[in-house]
């Protein structure tokens, strides 16, 4: 490891007095909270498969569909279990990366009367690759037998009008291929599109929670990033037009039915100001693959992504780019996912 990277690693930014989040007031929906059935020891059969990766992201797909009649604290972000999952690892391929010894979490809930199945992956498409990726969702069809699978969490922006916050669904996935003209890379789209019902109510968007990057918490961590990286960078020059103060009701974007795709790499790749990868819809690193596995089993997806790091300046160098958009994740990212898991809970409910 060099000196630079174990830097990186060390460089843990956060919100001061972040507050958590909220109760969900489902019954102002008109709706109730999802039933939590006891979840097998061995993979349940359901209606529908929704996937998650990052602690962050579990965290608040927990809080949704498992806890939401209480707060949850900020602190929970980076909790890496939580009670009633079960630890998945049978069938691991032989041969497999050092440091991946299981394919996820699981745990069975209900949402308007289906049954659905939470998956918190430990496998992707960087590590410990494409193919396990594939494998994953083959036997998750195989097993669970459901009849769509959607994906959520949090994703880097392609377009400057998409605030920290903003939520993006789609349903088609193209896959970034290095040294391929945009027009050769593969996408994979359906048709299957969102149910609005539950988006469209007024009282959904008073269930959205604002994202809490103050002007000041800002400055902080322009501060913090500063000096671990001794560098020397504004404000302006890292937040450019606010990108990174969300909206004071996220926006949701519900681009469902196969038209819109978001873009998935395997390298780093970043929207920026200049415009670069404005014709998706976010940009994340599995969903494409996802996508692929899905239309060869015959089986309907789709993905809702957050916008946790927008794009970035494009006058500044790539990995400051890179860095300051993981500081941006690690500061909000959990509560940017709060509001994309809602968004998937509105949708089947």
Same mark, same amino acid.
């Given at each position: 490891m060099s000196l630079s990277n174990a830097v990186e690693m060390q460089f843990q930014p956060g919100l001061e007095n972040a507050p958590p989040l909220p109760v969900i007031d489902f019954a102002s929906l008109g709706k109730t909270a999802p039933i939590l059935p006891a979840t097998p020891a061995t993979l349940p059969k359901a209606d529908i498969i929704v996937i998650t990766w990052a602690d962050a992201e579990w965290a608040a797909l927990q809080h949704v569909f498992c806890n939401g009649g209480s707060t949850m604290s900020y602190g929970s972000r980076s909790k890496g279990t939580w009670p009633g999952w079960q630890k998945y690892a049978e069938n691991l391929p032989s041969g497999a990366a050092s440091g991946w010894d299981y394919w996820g979490y699981y745990r069975l809930v209900e949402v308007s009367g289906s049954p659905v199945l939470l998956w918190k992956s430990n496998t992707h +498409? @960087?590590?410990?690759?494409?193919?396990?990726?594939?494998?994953?969702?083959?036997?998750?069809?195989?097993?669970?037998?459901?009849?769509?699978?959607?994906?959520?969490g949090t994703a880097g922006g392609a377009k400057t009008a998409d605030h920290i916050g903003t939520v993006r669904a789609s349903s088609a996935g193209t896959l970034f291929e290095t040294g391929k003209a945009q027009s050769q890379w593969p996408e994979y789209a359906n048709?299957?599109?969102?149910?609005?019902?539950? +988006? @469209?109510n007024p009282n959904f968007s008073k269930l959205l929670f604002p994202i809490p990057m103050t002007a000041a918490d800002l400055q902080t961590l322009c501060a913090q990033f500063n000096q671990n990286y001794k560098t020397n960078y504004t404000l302006a020059q890292l937040d450019p037009n606010g990108l990174n103060r969300g909206d004071a009701i996220p926006q949701i974007g519900n681009q469902t039915g196969g038209r819109f795709s978001l873009l998935t790499t395997t390298t780093f790749v970043v929207g920026t100001t200049a415009g670069a990868y404005q014709d998706f819809t976010a940009?994340?690193?599995?969903?494409?693959i996802i996508g692929e596995a899905c239309k060869a089993s015959n089986v309907a997806f789709g993905f809702v992504?957050?916008?946790?790091?927008?794009?970035?300046?494009?006058?500044?160098?790539?990995k400051v780019q890179g860095n300051w958009g993981s500081a941006v994740y690690d500061a909000v990212g959990f509560y940017t996912s709060y509001n994309s898991a809602l968004t998937v809970w509105a949708m089947l409910s």
């Open positions: +498409l @960087d590590f410990p690759g494409a193919s396990y990726l594939e494998q994953m969702i083959q036997f998750l069809v195989q097993d669970v037998q459901p009849k769509l699978i959607l994906s959520t048709t299957w599109t969102a149910p609005v019902a539950t +988006l @469209d940009i994340e690193m599995d969903d494409a992504r957050n916008i946790s790091d927008p794009v970035q300046n494009a006058e500044l160098p790539a």
